[in-house]
Structure formats: structure tokens, C-alpha cells
């Protein structure tokens, strides 16, 4: 289950990348890769069968390059346009993600998007995480199930 | 531009309307993300927002009119993203007015506004098109 919640956020990520950026080079490279230490981080909590919370970690110039090809306009630091925006990004392909999956009889809501601080939290007995390279910066994803 | 032509579905019906409501879109964000300071945007932000939820509720409206006039299945469900946009345009601008024209409102309202925007014509309207291109209708 876990590999296929896994592939299915990886492919929910490319496929936004690809319809709402235009952006269809992307690949995905161990956690270990991500190399970041200024992001905007967002977390979704996961209800229902499954239990936890994913978090997107898309670091400045990501988002920056992200707004600017959505918006046509220049941005020039993250702030609160750039943060919200980030979050309805991470909201659209949690949802794609639990739509796909409940035709597959997995019952699951998310919980509205929040800006949060990267941290160890203990109680969660699977985490996976990699980081997702595109044309205009890294992203970095992480599932945390209890 | 935040239009792209990428965006078109192939129904001109709709996309025309797209094109207008995108254009009334950027003319607030352009409003929104300008250099001058918060109080000198304030009335032009203030005016904009009230013409621009007018028209994202009406345009919602002439959508869905299509939509069941072609006799769309998917009509509930879209019905449902639209009305769930709608609640929230009116929430963000009770508590806009409640919080005195607060800045850091509505630079959140625009960065959400401007993705689920993009998200739902590239995404969710292009269902309705791929049902119009099924029936050989436009």
C-alpha cells in the first residue's frame, strides 16, 4: 500500500507539473538529493483508512519559478501570495491523489493545507520520502502513516 | 499573461468566457502585487474584488447553465468545486471587511485564487470538453 501511495503522489505531482506549469521533465532521485534551506513547507493531513500526513517542501526558487509561470508576473521573495499559493498547489495534488485512490475502495479525506515547520515527529510507523527534480528546482515530499 | 493558450479546451463557448474571467483575474492580481504601498491600493483593491466576485459568481452560473443544457454528467460534482469557490470568495471578503482591509488576507486570497483558478480549467473544465468532443458538440 505504502509504494502505492507513494507512486501515486509522484504521479499526481507530474501531472499538475505538466498541465498547470507546461512543465513534463521530471524525475524522481532519493531524499538524500534534496538540498535546501529555505523552503516554504506544507502539510496535509490524511484521514479515513490511512492516517498521517504528507508534506511538500518546495524551497524558494521553486516557488518563486512556480507563481512566476502561473501568474506571468515577477516575485521577487516568498510571502504570504507565494505561501497560499504553494498550499493550493499541494491541496490539488493531495486531492487528485485521494480521488484516484478511492476507486480503488480506499476511503480517505484530507485536511485543508497548512504551512508548517519541518519536524521528527515520533508515532508514525511508515515515512517516505524522495525528492522530485523538475526544470525549475527540486521538490521534496514526504508521507508520514501511523 | 496569466492566460495561456495552452489552456484552451477547443470549446469556444467556454473559452471565451475563460479568456474574460482569466483577464478580470490578472487585472486584480496586477492591482494586488503593484509596488505602491497597501492604503494608496486600498479603494482600487476594494473595487476590483467587488467587480470580480460578481462576475466569478457569474460566471459559475453561465457554466453550469451549459453544462446542463448539453446534459454533462459531471454536472454535480462541478457544481460542488464551483459552490465551494464561491463560499470562500464571500468568507475571505466578510472577514476582509471584519479585519479593516487586511493586507496579508488578501495576498493569501490571490495566491490561492490564481492556482485553483488554473487548476480547475485545466483540469476540471477540460472534462466537460473531452464529453463535448465525445457528443460531436460545441
Known amino acids: 500500500m505504502e509504494e502505492k501511495l507513494y507512486s501515486s503522489f509522484v504521479d499526481a505531482t507530474r501531472n499538475v507539473f505538466n498541465s498547470m506549469l507546461n512543465i513534463s521533465e521530471i524525475s524522481v532521485r532519493a531524499a538524500e538529493h534534496f538540498n535546501c534551506d529555505d523552503e516554504v513547507d506544507i502539510a496535509i493531513g490524511i484521514a479515513g483508512d490511512l492516517q498521517g500526513e504528507v508534506i511538500y517542501r518546495f524551497p524558494a526558487p521553486t516557488s518563486l519559478n512556480m507563481v512566476q509561470i502561473m501568474s506571468g508576473m515577477q516575485f521577487e521573495r516568498i510571502d504570504a501570495f507565494v505561501t497560499s499559493a504553494m498550499a493550493e498547489l499541494a491541496n490539488i495534488i493531495s486531492g487528485n491523489v485521494f480521488t484516484s485512490l478511492s476507486n480503488n475502495d480506499m476511503k480517505c479525506n484530507i485536511l485543508p493545507p497548512v504551512e508548517c515547520n519541518l519536524d521528527e515527529k515520533n508515532g508514525y510507523k511508515v515515512k517516505t520520502s524522495c525528492c522530485i527534480c523538475t526544470t525549475i528546482g527540486q521538490i521534496g515530499l514526504e508521507i508520514r502513516l501511523k | ?138
Not at chain 2, 492580481?29 to 460578481?54: A, H, Y
Not at chain 2, 469557490?85 to 471587511?97: A, D, F, G, I, K
Not at chain 2, 471584519?98 to 488554473?118: K, P
Open chain 2, 1 to 138: 499573461m496569466l492566460w495561456k493558450d495552452n489552456y484552451q479546451l477547443g470549446v469556444s463557448l467556454i473559452d471565451e468566457q475563460h479568456k474574460e474571467l482569466f483577464r478580470r483575474v490578472e487585472s486584480f492580481l496586477r492591482v494586488l502585487r503593484s509596488n505602491n504601498c497597501w492604503d494608496e491600493k486600498i479603494p482600487q483593491i476594494n473595487e476590483t474584488l467587488e467587480f470580480m466576485k460578481r462576475y466569478v459568481v457569474e460566471h459559475f452560473h453561465d457554466e453550469e447553465e451549459y453544462q446542463l443544457r448539453i446534459g454533462y454528467p459531471g454536472y454535480e460534482a462541478h457544481k460542488k468545486r464551483h459552490d465551494g469557490m464561491v463560499n470562500y470568495v464571500q468568507e475571505v471578503s466578510r472577514q476582509y471587511q471584519q479585519l479593516g482591509n487586511n493586507e496579508q488576507l488578501m495576498q493569501q486570497f490571490g495566491g490561492r485564487l490564481m492556482a485553483w483558478l488554473i487548476n480547475h480549467v485545466v483540469i476540471e473544465d477540460q472534462r466537460i470538453a473531452d464529453y463535448v468532443g465525445k457528443k460531436g458538440m460545441d
